[in-house]
Structure formats: structure tokens, C-alpha cells
């Protein structure tokens, strides 16, 4: 019996050959060999228990930012969240299942009157994803304000306390295996035009400076100490700098552009450059930002 035909008879979906280029905020990559939409936690749970138990490896999918996916695809399963999408408000608290887009939890905050998040308006992210890379901007992290954590983890779904967890500059300390299900955020009760113009004034900030209008995968590198990434791959001379239909940004360095039927070996490539170019010059050695997966 082929995975496939275990899941049927679990009464789970699992699809087989899916291209992620449609997943993914840069639109490159190639197939995953699997790909499972659970419904809820008990087909989440059900279903990692078979992949498990046939030895097929898990690749946790959130929006598909922040994220490039190798030409050659996944080998495995991609398991996707979409569809844990509820939210839940209580005072100053929202309890947002791990699928939430982030587009939707801000402009939900901002019709309740709920302030803190603005500061990631316009990043194109899942709840999950965002917590689990800790994402920020503008000096601020979502983690600052998670109150607690619902995830599941060798087959147990656990909750974790805000004293118990450890953030950092893009990171959060979980196991590697451990997956997100739900957080609950804190936030403060203002009234909602004055959280509305806050997400206007990021947004605007966010058009200024970034190539919003392209396909991409947000910053390529974390900013090192000395400077940040974007004006050190400037100063090297890398803005406009081309492979193939990618393009590192001409209105941003630390972003590279899928401008015309970019493949992930284009990307790859000019991500190889700028750190070879910024170690040689500056010293630098610069780290991705995003996650670089699947094979070649």
C-alpha cells in the first residue's frame, strides 16, 4: 500500500508531485514529493504519525516568504497550516491558530482597537511562521509580545509559557521538530483609528524602501553588527546586479527580485555573490536570513 492510500484509509488528503512555486512568495522551486493540508490538530497529528512511521521526512510550510525552495523540489512531505485559521479575542489578548495570514490579524487588531503589531504591516507571513523567526522590524518582534505558545511535538500538543521562551535576532529556541499550532499575543487597547494610521505609516515605510510590487522573499540577509546587509551589498556595487530572470534590487540591495521566469539556481547564485563580494571587501561574512531548502 502507497502512502497515499494509507492516508485515504485514515480519511486523510494527501497529494502527491505538487509544484511550491505557486507556495512561495519568490514563485521558483520545484516539487515536493508530498504535500498534506490537515483540517485540524487531530488530522495534523494523524497525519504526522503516519509520515513518521514510513520514514518520510517533514518540511513545515508557512506562507512560503522568507523562504527558497531548490529546483529540484522537496523530498518528502510539506505540511501546510492554511487551514488553522481561526482567531480569538479576549481584552488584550488574541489567540491566533498558526495559519493566520499576518495581513488578517493586523487589520482584525486594528477593527477592535488592538496596538503593538503594526510594525509588520505588509510582511507577506503566517502567525506560525512569523513567531517561529521571531520576525521584526522597525527596532520591534513579534516575540516581544507572545504571551504563549500551543505546539506539537513528538506526537503531544504542549503549551509553553512566556517565561519558558528564549528569542533572539530572527530565532526562537524550540526543538527542531516542534510546530506551532497557536499563539497568543498581548497587546494594548487604543482606539482603532489610531492603530489604523500606525499600520498606514508602516505600510508607507515598508513601499518606500522595498520592492513590494515584485516577487521576492523579503531580506536575503540577517543585518550584521557593523552595518546592515543592504548598505554593505549597495557599497559593494550589487544594486541592479543580474542572473538569469533574477535581480538583486535596485530599490533595496538586501533584496533579491524574481524580474522574468527566475529558476532558485539564479537566486542561489547572486546570493553567492554578495556574500563573496562583501567578505572580500568589508571582511563581512554575511548570514541568509532566509531558509534555503530541497535539493539542487
Given at each position: 500500500?502507497?502512502?497515499?492510500?494509507?492516508?485515504?484509509?485514515?480519511?486523510?488528503?494527501?497529494?502527491?508531485?505538487?509544484s511550491?512555486?505557486?507556495?512561495?512568495?519568490?514563485?521558483?522551486?520545484?516539487p515536493?514529493?508530498?504535500?498534506?493540508e490537515?483540517?485540524?490538530?487531530?488530522?495534523?497529528?494523524?497525519?504526522?504519525?503516519?509520515?513518521?512511521?514510513?520514514?518520510i521526512?517533514?518540511?513545515l510550510?508557512?506562507?512560503?516568504?522568507?523562504?527558497?525552495?531548490?529546483?529540484g523540489?522537496?523530498r518528502?512531505?510539506?505540511?501546510?497550516?492554511?487551514?488553522?485559521?481561526s482567531l480569538?479575542?479576549?481584552?488584550?489578548?488574541?489567540r491566533?491558530?498558526?495559519?493566520?495570514p499576518?495581513a488578517?490579524?493586523?487589520?482584525t487588531?486594528?477593527?477592535k482597537?488592538?496596538?503593538?503589531?503594526?510594525f509588520?504591516?505588509?510582511?507577506?507571513?503566517?502567525?506560525?511562521?512569523?513567531?517561529r523567526?521571531?520576525?521584526?522590524?522597525?527596532g520591534k518582534?513579534i516575540?516581544?509580545?507572545?504571551?504563549?505558545?500551543?505546539?506539537?511535538?513528538?506526537?503531544?500538543?504542549?503549551t509553553i509559557?512566556?517565561?519558558?521562551?528564549?528569542?533572539?535576532?530572527?530565532?526562537l529556541?524550540?526543538?527542531e521538530e516542534?510546530?506551532?499550532v497557536?499563539?497568543?499575543?498581548?497587546l494594548?487597547?487604543?482606539?482603532?483609528?489610531?492603530?489604523k494610521?500606525?499600520?498606514?505609516?508602516?505600510?508607507s515605510?515598508?513601499?518606500?524602501?522595498q520592492?513590494?510590487?515584485?516577487?521576492?522573499?523579503?531580506?536575503i540577509?540577517?543585518n550584521?553588527?557593523?552595518?546592515?546587509?543592504?548598505?554593505?551589498?549597495d557599497?559593494a556595487?550589487?544594486?541592479?546586479f543580474?542572473?538569469g530572470g533574477?535581480?538583486i534590487?535596485r530599490?533595496?540591495?538586501?533584496?533579491?527580485?524574481?524580474?522574468a521566469g527566475?529558476?532558485?539556481?539564479?537566486?542561489?547564485?547572486?546570493?553567492?555573490?554578495?556574500?563573496?563580494?562583501?567578505l572580500?571587501?568589508?571582511?563581512?561574512?554575511?548570514?541568509e536570513?532566509i531558509?534555503?531548502?530541497?535539493e539542487?
Open positions: 500500500m502507497n502512502i497515499a492510500a494509507i492516508f485515504r484509509k485514515q480519511g486523510l488528503s494527501l497529494r502527491e508531485k505538487v511550491l512555486r505557486p507556495f512561495t512568495t519568490f514563485k521558483v522551486g520545484g515536493a514529493d508530498y504535500y498534506f490537515p483540517q485540524n490538530f487531530l488530522e495534523l497529528a494523524r497525519g504526522i504519525e503516519i509520515l513518521k512511521n514510513e520514514n521526512p517533514i518540511f510550510r508557512g506562507a512560503g516568504s522568507n523562504l527558497l525552495v531548490r529546483d523540489g522537496i518528502g512531505a510539506v505540511i501546510s497550516l492554511d487551514a488553522f485559521d480569538a479575542f479576549e481584552g488584550e489578548f488574541v491566533a491558530e498558526a495559519g493566520v499576518i488578517r490579524l493586523l487589520a487588531c486594528a477593527e482597537g488592538l496596538s503593538g503589531l503594526e509588520l504591516a505588509g510582511v507577506p507571513a503566517t502567525v506560525g511562521g512569523a513567531v523567526m521571531n520576525a521584526g522590524a522597525f518582534e516575540g516581544d509580545f507572545v504571551q504563549e505558545l500551543n505546539i506539537y511535538h513528538h506526537g503531544q500538543f504542549y509559557p512566556r517565561t519558558s521562551l528564549k528569542c533572539g535576532y530572527r530565532y529556541d524550540l526543538p516542534a510546530i506551532i497557536a499563539v497568543t499575543l498581548r494594548y487597547p487604543v482606539s482603532p483609528t489610531e492603530v494610521e500606525k499600520l498606514l505609516f508602516f505600510l515605510q515598508r513601499k518606500n524602501k520592492p513590494l510590487n515584485m516577487p521576492s522573499a523579503g531580506c540577509f540577517k550584521p553588527a557593523a552595518a546592515s546587509a543592504g548598505a554593505l551589498i557599497h556595487g550589487l544594486k541592479g543580474r542572473c533574477a535581480e534590487s530599490k533595496h540591495a538586501n533584496f533579491i527580485v524574481n524580474c527566475a529558476r532558485a539556481s539564479h537566486i542561489l547564485a547572486l546570493i553567492e555573490l554578495a556574500k563573496e563580494r562583501v572580500s571587501l568589508f571582511g563581512i561574512e554575511l548570514e536570513e531558509r534555503v531548502v530541497g539542487g
